[in-house]
């Protein structure tokens, strides 16, 4: 009983947060609002317990009776030309219910969140769609087919010399990269030049190095946002950091304490580069205007690809002829790639085979490792300011690892 409280409780919470928004949106003559969406989503959790427990043929009288009134509210406001997004709302808050009584919780308030949010940049979301070009339209249309679908059709297993190659986690690269680039170009249009260093926090979730390699790639092409740029890149590897500590706080407490001190100086460092360069940026004199195209380009993210592929072999051909020699190689090479998989992989063997001082010096050294090869795509691709802004950042992180390790 207590379970079902909790669930319709959350129910009228998910309704409630949507409602809240089509009542201060609408104003008057709605079809649903702050009392409505909250008893839908009520009535959509409730149907589910009674078809789960007692009548399998509820949703034919619950779901089919919400369905008619939004066929109903649509066919008599037509007239008026109000669009059919509450109704459409509402059928979604229905099934938000549904999967809440189903113990779906986080999937149904990421989603009430999410819809509330479409809703509620109405204007702004329909004004960047009228200021989209062709090209724009296009260059879309070329995301879909390289997230949605290319990348189901490629097969998950290892092939060639060494099994270097998997051709699903080298283009899980490939999307990574597509998203920050075209993403980036969202944040352009959206919010101007002046905003773009933001991007280096999102992005650095998923990938420090991909944000490195797109910025670097900008700066060439856009000089003038460079101080905006090296922000970004900044930020990105902060995250990163932060990322390191999480991920060790989740698996294995003591490294995280352990390396608390070298992550929490790096930090102090990277936020005082962020926000140099940042200031830099924001009180630079600047045309109002700034002229751009969309950077998004396939050839860019198959480039990054390539790189990625060469890094991998490069990495499993050193450690075939090399052999394994001890955890410090191991975590040299992984750091080329990804800092995530070794930091699991030492947190966890740390728990029982692996010394807690060799676990956290092979992170560091994998942190160092990944902060190099991050700064040779600044090297190859980036401007010459850039480059000199990162070298500094790359130096003082050199220091303080090394003295940690």
């Known amino acids: 009983m207590e379970t079902l409280t909790l669930k319709l409780?959350?129910?009228?919470?998910?309704?409630?947060?949507?409602?809240?928004?089509?009542?201060?949106?609408?104003?008057?003559?709605?079809?649903?609002?702050?009392?409505?969406?909250?008893?839908?989503?009520?009535?959509?959790?409730?149907?589910?317990?009674?078809?789960?427990?007692?009548?399998?043929?509820?949703?034919?009288?619950?779901?089919?009776?919400?369905?008619?009134?939004?066929?109903?509210?649509?066919?008599?406001?037509?007239?008026?030309?109000?669009?059919?997004?509450?109704?459409?709302?509402?059928?979604?808050?229905?099934?938000l219910g549904i999967m809440v009584y189903m113990g779906m919780y986080y999937e149904a308030g990421a989603l009430s969140i999410t819809i509330t949010l479409i809703l509620a940049l109405k204007e702004t979301l329909e004004g960047f769609v009228h200021r989209l070009s062709e090209e724009d339209i296009r260059n879309?249309?070329?995301?879909?087919?390289?997230?949605?679908?290319?990348?189901?059709?490629?097969?998950?297993?290892?092939?060639?010399?060494?099994?270097?190659?998997?051709?699903?986690?080298?283009?899980?690269?490939?999307?990574?990269?597509?998203?920050?680039?075209?993403?980036?170009?969202?944040?352009?249009?959206?919010?101007?030049?002046r905003y773009i260093w933001l991007w280096g926090a999102i992005g650095g979730l998923m990938s420090s190095t991909a944000v490195s390699f797109n910025f670097a790639r900008m700066s060439r092409k856009y000089p003038s946002l460079r101080d905006s740029l090296i922000a970004g890149i900044i930020l990105a590897w902060l995250v990163m950091n932060i990322r390191v500590l999480v991920l060790t706080g989740i698996v294995n407490p003591?490294?995280?304490?352990?390396?608390?001190?070298?992550?929490?100086?790096?930090?102090?460092?990277?936020?005082?580069?962020?926000?140099?360069?940042?200031?830099?940026?924001l009180t630079a004199q600047q045309a109002a205007t700034f002229n751009?195209?969309?950077?998004?380009?396939?050839?860019?993210?198959?480039?990054?690809?390539?790189?990625?592929?060469?890094?991998?072999?490069a990495a499993r051909l050193l450690s075939h002829y090399l052999g394994e020699k001890g955890i410090y190689l191991a975590s040299f090479l992984s750091g080329i790639i990804d800092v995530d998989a070794i930091t699991l992989s030492l947190s966890q063997m740390s728990r029982s085979t692996l010394a807690l001082e060799t676990a956290t010096a092979g992170i560091l050294i994998a942190v160092l490792s990944n902060a190099f090869f991050k700064y040779m795509y600044v090297a190859i691709f980036g401007d010459k300011g850039l480059r000199k802004a990162l070298l500094v950042i790359l130096i003082t992180t050199a220091l303080v690892v090394a003295g940690f390790i």
Do not use: C
């Not at 998910?14 to 989503?41: C, H, N, Q, W």
């Open 254 to 281: 003591p490294i995280a304490l352990k390396l608390l001190l070298p992550m929490l100086l790096l930090s102090i460092i990277y936020s005082a580069g962020v926000a140099f360069y940042l200031k830099k940026h």
């Open 140 to 193: 879309i249309l070329k995301f879909i087919a390289i997230t949605a679908l290319i990348f189901p059709l490629l097969p998950d297993r290892y092939y060639g010399p060494f099994d270097a190659f998997n051709p699903r986690e080298i283009w899980k690269m490939v999307i990574i990269v597509s998203s920050i680039d075209f993403l980036a170009y969202i944040l352009l249009r959206w919010k101007g030049h």
């Open 9 to 95: 409780a959350f129910s009228l919470a998910v309704g409630f947060l949507i409602g809240l928004e089509r009542e201060y949106r609408m104003k008057e003559d709605i079809f649903a609002g702050i009392r409505t969406f909250p008893l839908i989503s009520l009535l959509g959790t409730l149907s589910a317990y009674i078809y789960d427990n007692y009548w399998r043929g509820i949703f034919f009288l619950t779901f089919g009776g919400v369905l008619t009134l939004t066929l109903m509210n649509f066919y008599f406001s037509a007239k008026e030309h109000r669009g059919i997004t509450t109704e459409i709302t509402a059928l979604l808050t229905f099934i």
């Open 292 to 313: 751009f195209s969309n950077p998004f380009h396939i050839r860019n993210a198959l480039q990054f690809g390539a790189i990625y592929m060469v890094v991998v072999f």
